[in-house]
Nanobody
Framework: QVQLVESGGGLVQPGGSLRLSCAAS????????MGWYRQAPGKQRELVAA???????TYTKSVKGRFTISRDNAKNTVYLQMNSLKPEDTAVYYC???????????????WGKGTLVTVSS
């Protein structure tokens, strides 16, 4: 069984910074991509940023230049450094691990439970 545990959410003022972390645990052989999605109240879940095991990175347009995704493959951990935060960044942020190959040979996608980020003065 694979579990994703997020940390680092909280309340921050506009213009502030937060760093999210997500660690994947379990009988993991490899993970192709890890990323962050977010869901604001009344809105659909959207991709924020993703990074493959080879280092290819995708950002949604609204966070380019403000957020930085990084990954430690050895620790199966992904990070999201969020700078210059805006009230519209307020959402629950979910970690995703895509194409996770487990030791037993299975392949699947997994989600964390989410961490709330609130940007408000």
């Amino acid at each position: 069984q694979v579990q994703l545990v997020e940390s680092g959410g909280g309340l921050v003022q506009p213009g502030g910074s937060l760093r999210l972390s997500c660690a994947a645990s379990g009988s993991i052989f490899s993970i192709y991509a890890m990323g962050w999605y977010r869901q604001a109240p009344g809105k659909q879940r959207e991709l924020v940023a993703a990074i493959t095991s080879g280092g290819s990175i995708t950002y949604t347009k609204s966070v380019k230049g403000r957020f930085t995704i990084s990954r430690d493959n050895a620790k199966n951990t992904v990070y999201l450094q969020m700078n210059s935060l805006k009230p519209e960044d307020t959402a629950v942020y979910y970690c995703n691990a895509d194409n996770v190959r487990v030791v037993a040979g299975g392949l699947g996608d997994y989600w964390g439970k989410g961490t709330l980020v609130t940007v408000s003065s």
